[in-house]
Nanobody, 124 residues
Framework: QVQLVESGGGLVQAGGSLRLSCGAS????????MGWFRQPPGKEREFVGA????????YYAEFVKGRFTISRDNAKNTVYLQMNSLKPDDTAVYYC?????????????????WGQGTQVTVSS
């Protein structure tokens, strides 16, 4: 079992930045690729990005490329989502998830463990 807890969400103006954190406890964090997903109001959950076990490689959904960056610190059992140039369309509940594979996946069904989510609201 892996327990995941997101933090860092809140209200920000368009063009601003936020950094989300996801702390993990339980099984060895470095065994898992980590993904970030989001669920905008009234919409389906969607893939944001993922990072591999070592933190050496990350990939992103097209709509966040160049604005969001995922990193991880395996010594601190934490993965981060740095969000810059935020837009009102980025308003969503953001979730981190753990996948017992090296690279993770764009598919939410591949992930084994999920956090409870943190709300991000971007005002125009």
């Amino acid at each position: 079992q892996v327990q995941l807890v997101e933090s860092g969400g809140g209200l920000v103006q368009a063009g601003g930045s936020l950094r989300l954190s996801c702390g993990a406890s339980g099984r060895t964090f470095s065994y898992y690729a980590m993904g970030w997903f989001r669920q905008p109001p009234g919409k389906e959950r969607e893939f944001v990005g993922a990072i591999n076990r070592s933190g050496g490689s990350a990939y992103y959904a097209e709509f966040v490329k160049g604005r969001f960056t995922i990193s991880r610190d395996n010594a601190k059992n934490t993965v981060y989502l740095q969000m810059n140039s935020l837009k009102p369309d980025d308003t969503a509940v953001y979730y981190c998830a753990a996948d017992l594979s090296d690279r993770g996946s764009i598919s939410s069904g591949r992930y084994d463990f999920w956090g409870q989510g943190t709300q991000v609201t971007v005002s125009s």
